[in-house]
């Protein structure tokens, strides 16, 4: 059974999201992201001070087997990214809501984040794609 | 549902991620595709390969007959129970199917084709060898199952048939031995490393494997197959060839047998020509010097214009880096460039294989 903690948002491409006590956001990839792509090899993230429009292509993440881009789930602008996982890909296998996140945001005006999906929708989300 | 091998239920109780392959229910891992592919490299593996299409051929003429429908020459296995690797060709010169065949006796061949060909090959071969007078016969009633690894003959030597093991202990490479048909086992593999494959009645290969997971040989999935197999510079039938190319133009000239000039085989004229014509497409090795992954169908430029594909790629657990196979018109080339999300990488032209025998062969850097 994969873990969708409950005070994470989630997007039907398979990342959380963190809203974080100053107001910026944290993204990742879910657990079920994780489980389904293997074990994971390689990262591409967005840098620093770019612009992410919402559902724009920002990365890459490669298992062994296969490569999924990476969308952005909300819109804003990047304001860190977890340069450890250049380095340790499987973290994101190990931890995905911890140590293994992504990237941060700090979120444009009309960011988009009324359609995330809560826990519940997603846990129903997934269950419905096997 | 697609069709199921006799180890299925093996597989869901090794809590197996089962994925479709060429219209079978298969293991894509049990777990970890890398920790499966380091275990190999390490120690030892299982793979049930039980998909793959088994044939026996039987007849008075039979070697003739293979010496005409295969590319290499049967001629050349002299011994009881040698093996022998070669394409089976259209008129064309393409490839159907890459596969081994084994030399029983003089009227019986075993030959082990490839899953996803299966329906295309047994049709081929049965109308070709009908002016020779051989029986086909699928062996449907048989498993089969590879056990590769580093460490895999003294695992599984205690496990064998008392009146084989012997026999199988001095196996020199790419040979067979069996008894009837309760047990084949070869010395042949897709991983580059030691190992066998062991063709045995679908009923026994439940035990089998209970037997050899409690020896310490850990279940291994298609996933890491397809890495191992990579790492070792073997071609994957449907990616690395097919009908649309040659043995020539797929890295496999070395299992053509021109020779003796006056053996007639399938496609044999559309290959001298091909050869004498030169200027055909090559297959070669490619390393990535920096991070990314190639992959299948990304593309391939280089100096002096021209384009080349990726008929394989992948990350190469055992070196840490990205591996591929590459298809370049003719040429010599030292390194090119792979285009990967619009980003264009130097990747160095290597000659495969990447690792054998969990060493590495090349190098990830460049010579300048």
């Given at each position: 059974m994969n873990k969708i903690p409950d005070n994470l948002k989630y997007t039907e491409s398979h990342e959380w999201v963190r809203i974080e006590e100053n107001g910026t956001i944290t993204i990742g990839i879910t657990d079920h992201a994780q489980e389904e792509l293997g074990d994971l090899v390689y990262v591409e993230l967005p840098k620093i001070g770019q612009q992410l429009n919402l559902d724009e292509v920002v990365g890459v993440v490669e298992s062994v087997k296969a490569a999924e881009d990476l969308y952005s789930p909300l819109a804003g602008e990047v304001?860190?990214?977890?340069?450890?996982?250049?380095?340790?890909?499987?973290l994101l296998n190990n931890d995905p809501y911890g140590s293994g996140w992504l990237f941060k945001l700090k979120l444009?005006?009309?960011?988009?984040?009324?359609?995330l999906l809560g826990a519940d929708e997603y846990a129903k989300f997934i269950a419905k794609d096997k | 549902m697609g069709k199921r091998t006799p180890l299925y239920n093996k597989h869901l109780v090794q809590k197996a991620k089962m994925v479709d392959f060429g219209g079978w229910d298969m293991p894509?891992?049990?777990?970890?595709q890398m920790n499966e592919h380091h275990q190999v490299r390490r120690d030892a593996g299982v793979f049930d390969v039980s998909h793959m299409t088994i044939i026996d051929l039987t007849g008075q003429r039979v070697r003739e007959f293979l010496r005409y429908l295969l590319a290499n020459d049967v001629e050349r296995l002299k011994k009881t129970g040698k093996a022998l690797y070669s394409c089976m060709l259209n008129d064309q010169g393409g490839v159907l199917d890459d596969l081994i065949v084994y030399f029983q006796d003089e009227h019986q061949f075993r030959m082990v084709v490839n899953a996803a060909t299966r329906d295309k090959d047994i049709a081929w071969i049965t109308k070709q060898a009908k002016p020779f007078a051989v029986q086909v016969r699928e062996r449907d009633d048989f498993a089969m199952l590879a056990v590769q690894g580093s460490q895999v003959r003294k695992k599984l030597e205690p496990l064998l048939p008392a009146n084989l093991s012997a026999s199988v202990m001095a196996l020199a490479p790419f040979y067979a031995t069996w008894h009837d048909d309760e047990f084949f086992i070869a010395r042949?593999?897709?991983?580059?490393e030691e190992g066998f494959e062991i063709i045995l009645p679908a009923q026994d290969a439940p035990n089998w494997w209970d037997a050899l997971l409690a020896a310490g040989i850990a279940p291994i999935g298609l996933g890491a197959r397809d890495t191992l197999r990579l790492e070792a510079g073997m071609n994957l039938y449907g990616a690395d060839m097919d009908e649309n190319y040659s043995p020539l133009e797929s890295g496999l000239a070395w299992t053509v047998a021109f020779k003796p000039a006056d053996r007639v085989f399938i496609g044999r004229s559309a290959l001298e020509t091909q050869r004498n014509r030169g200027n055909h497409s090559i297959l070669v090795g490619l390393v990535l010097p920096v991070k990314g992954i190639l992959r299948g169908h990304q593309t391939v430029s280089f100096e002096g214009g021209g384009v080349g594909q990726i008929t394989s790629g992948t990350f190469s657990p055992t070196l840490g880096g990205s591996i591929a196979f590459a298809r370049l018109p003719a040429g010599e080339y030292k390194q090119v460039t792979v285009t990967i999300r619009n980003k264009p990488l130097l990747a160095k032209v290597v000659t495969p294989p990447f690792v054998r025998h969990g060493k590495t062969c090349i190098s990830f850097l460049t010579d300048n």
């Open positions: 304001i860190d990214f977890n340069a450890e996982l250049e380095d340790a890909p499987e444009a005006e009309n960011s988009h984040l009324e359609n | 894509l891992h049990y777990g970890s042949t593999g897709y991983t580059g």
